[in-house]
């Protein structure tokens, strides 16, 4: 456990350093601060964009439309020496230079944004992250960490040529109590794989995405993704009770407790969880785990209107109360192109479109009293007009094809760029 004493002096250096990555930059080219470039490249474009001073990041852009950035001069170019470096320090194998490798890791799950990054390096420790940071910082060279590659915003891609930092290789679960529930992971473990070792153990994840099969741990806690569970266990920054990380410059920053009550000063984990890899990597992470309950029911629902699919909401809290597991939007922009695009899946509606649909899941230890308790609740939602139909899964088959409607529209942001989840509860 950190001491008081250590917690104020690494947040005094965390802040030191968070500091001189966004000013000290912008009044130095040949500054020998943090490696990461985001912060002070996008202050920069406000100031020639003409919104104001930007020493303190204060406005937020929110739009498709492209930005265009120019490399930052201060930072190095790759060279045969830095290769020769990380192969010695990682071995052969974990320095990746193929084009088809790179082609993929520099690009966005998306396709909408790509890098150029010439390098891309697997380390299987701490210490190797830590070295591989310190190196980049003293010889400016800029990184970007990656995980699963699924968001949705380009945040784990090059802008330019940065050297990546992917890590899927620290995979490893390093302890599980089950008195506790408490799991001990590396950032790398991807999250499908945490749920069923959980699963055999009789616990579940209190986070789960529609990209749980590729998304890693480190980069839910980086982008504090919030995922279908949210309505019922809160955000990561309520379920993760610790975490390491290694800051631009090399130092390795221990956070990993397990205490859930932990009142010994800074709780400095929280300035990581959704920090996306600007004040440092996640390298390990630990998380609380609820344990699985036995009964689990699914109703997927069809709505007039969006104000109905939000008074729905509010009603379900008050009248599902403690069994309310889920509850998930979807237009019928969405559903028709699920049903258009992606094989095998039905709709529960026979031939009928509405104009928005809704999940809600039920998760309790109580089967016979859950089920009323949801069909009284969908009984009274539907004599008020909340609802025009509605369906309760039958079995766990059923269960899986309405939950693949849900988790599935992202994928058709492929063919439609502009369909995006609009509720994610």
């Known amino acids: 456990m950190i001491k008081l004493m250590d917690k104020w002096r690494i947040t005094n250096r965390l802040l030191n350093h968070s500091s001189k990555l966004i000013f000290d930059r912008r009044l130095s080219a040949n500054s020998h601060n943090s490696v990461f470039r985001s912060a002070l490249e996008y202050s920069e474009s406000l100031v020639k964009r003409g919104f ?3 020493s303190t990041i204060r406005y937020r852009c929110f739009g498709s439309e492209a930005t265009k950035f120019e490399r930052n001069a201060a930072f190095s170019t790759l060279n045969s ?3 020769s470096y990380f192969k010695e320090l990682l071995g052969e194998k974990s320095v990746i230079q193929d084009e088809d490798v790179l082609l993929a890791a520099n690009e966005d799950w998306m396709r909408k944004y790509r890098g150029s990054s010439k390098l891309l390096l697997q380390p299987r420790t701490t210490n190797e992250v830590s070295q591989i940071l310190k190196y980049c910082n003293s010889r400016l060279l800029a990184v970007v960490p990656q995980g ?4 949705l915003v380009g945040g784990s891609v090059p802008v330019f040529d940065e050297v990546i930092i992917n890590m899927g290789s620290m995979n490893n679960i390093i302890t599980f109590d089950k008195g506790s529930g408490v799991l001990v992971c590396e950032a790398g473990c991807i999250l499908e794989n945490l749920v069923s070792f959980l699963d055999d153990h009789g616990f579940i994840m209190p986070l789960d995405l529609g990209a749980k099969g590729s998304c890693q741990i480190g980069g839910n ?3 504090n993704a919030g995922g279908l569970r949210l309505v019922r266990y809160g955000s990561l920054h309520g379920n993760v009770l610790g975490l390491e990380a290694v800051l631009a410059n090399g130092d390795v920053i221990d956070m990993l407790g397990t ?9 400095l984990k929280h300035l990581f969880i959704g920090s996306e890899g600007s004040l440092g990597i996640v390298t390990k992470v630990s998380i609380h785990t609820p344990p699985k309950l036995s009964s689990v029911n699914l109703a997927f629902l069809a ?8 008074k729905l909401l509010r009603e379900a809290k008050r009248k599902l109360g403690e069994i309310l597991s889920a509850f998930e939007f979807l237009d019928n922009q969405s559903m028709d192109l699920v049903l258009t695009y992606l094989e095998g899946v039905r709709n ?14 039920t998760t309790g230890s109580e089967e016979s009293y859950d089920r009323e308790k949801l069909e009284a609740f969908l009984l009274s939602s539907m004599e008020g007009g909340l609802i025009s139909d509605g369906v309760i899964a039958q079995d766990i088959n059923q269960a899986s094809s309405f939950w693949r409607i849900r988790e ?6 492929i063919y439609y760029p502009c369909v995006q989840d609009y509720l994610n509860l």
């Open 221 to 223: 806690v980086s982008t």
């Open 408 to 413: 599935v529209p992202n994928f058709n942001s």
């Open 52 to 54: 104001g001073n930007a």
């Open 81 to 83: 020496e830095d290769v």
């Open 303 to 310: 709505c007039r209107d969006y104000f109905s699919c939000q």
């Open 259 to 267: 205490l859930r009550k932990d009142n010994t000063g800074y709780d």
């Open 348 to 361: 529960p509606f026979s031939s009928s479109m509405h104009n928005f649909y809704v999940l809600i899941e």
């Open 148 to 151: 699963g590659n699924t968001g």
